[in-house]
């Protein structure tokens, strides 16, 4: 059960990160990409979060989850503060650290949670719709563990064979093991990365609700999609100064020879390849082009930099992939 030391509010950015693009008093720049709406400043605190976004209902501490990923957040900030600070290379360790709450920032978002529970809802529907109405409760009692009445079923049916299939909503602890897993699994592919820290004096970079961006490589067909694994390259804005770049590792590894290629890749994860880039004209718009063009519902900056900000913005992708299985199909 909560006590009133429970924390309620959670964010899925995180407040230390989103200093790094705010005013001394915290207060930064949202703009909805809902053009319907109108821009404001607002406190860090208050942006970027959930009510309960990591409570666990049935553990004694509820807020357990939210303190440990706290922790990762204050141990990943100071890292980011040390790479705006120049200096390069990090430890290895640190580049792990780093490199998970950088996984982790991907998939740890409100559209990532409405996408699973999207994907399950259309298994069911074709689960269910394939099966027929005659097996449906044969369905129920296997998966769900009950025999139903004849009521019970046609419901069931019902709703399981609607369009977008029936509503469903994860737990958190679902939730939550979900994202755990899958940033452990996308973590080597931002560790075993070059990676380029892009200073800026002048210009300045945006950051979003999702600003882990992949850029797929130029020649590719967009059919194709891009994961963590292809990509080009991977961009995160560290502050509204300074860039992360995580370039495709595969042309500096030279030649076949096994142990060779075993030099370079060690060379990459101690951060002997890493290095600082001066910030120009086209690399702030590379950076924020892919900012934007990743988020889902909102842009985040300093109010001094909403110049940097497009005029024409995409709508909000309330969900990270089109989950419709057999959605033209009518059971």
Known sequence: MANNNTS????????????????????VHVRPLDQSRKSFVSNTRNVAAQSHFHTLYDVFEPDGFEKNLSELEGQSIRIIRRLTDGKLPIPKEDRHVLSFFIALQSVRGPETRRSIDQLHAQIVRAEVGMGGRENVSKWVEKQLGFE?????????????????????????????????????????????????????????????????????????????????????GITFPLSRRYGLLMSDPIPMIE????????????????????????????????????TVYNAREYLYCHPEDKAFIPVDLPAPKLTNMNADIFSDRHF
């Open 255 to 290: 030649g076949f020879d096994e142990n060779l290629i075993h030099d370079q890749l060690q060379g990459i994860v101690e951060g002997e390849i890493d290095h600082i880039l001066a910030g120009s004209t086209k690399l702030e718009r590379f950076f924020n082009y892919n």
């Open 8 to 27: 309620t509010l959670h964010h899925y950015v995180p407040q230390g990160y989103l200093r790094g693009f705010a005013t001394d008093q915290n207060r």
């Open 148 to 232: 139903p009445t004849d009521e019970q079923a046609e419901r069931i049916w019902e709703e399981a064979t609607q369009p977008g299939g029936p509503p469903i909503e994860l737990s958190n602890r679902e939730q939550l093991e979900f994202m755990v897993n899958a940033a452990q699994e996308i973590t080597p592919f931002i560790f075993l990365r070059p990676w380029s820290i892009v200073q800026f004096k002048r210009r300045a970079l945006l950051t979003s609700d999702s600003p882990v961006t992949l850029v797929p490589h130029k020649d590719q067909e967009r059919w194709l999609g891009v994961g963590f694994q292809t990509a080009w």
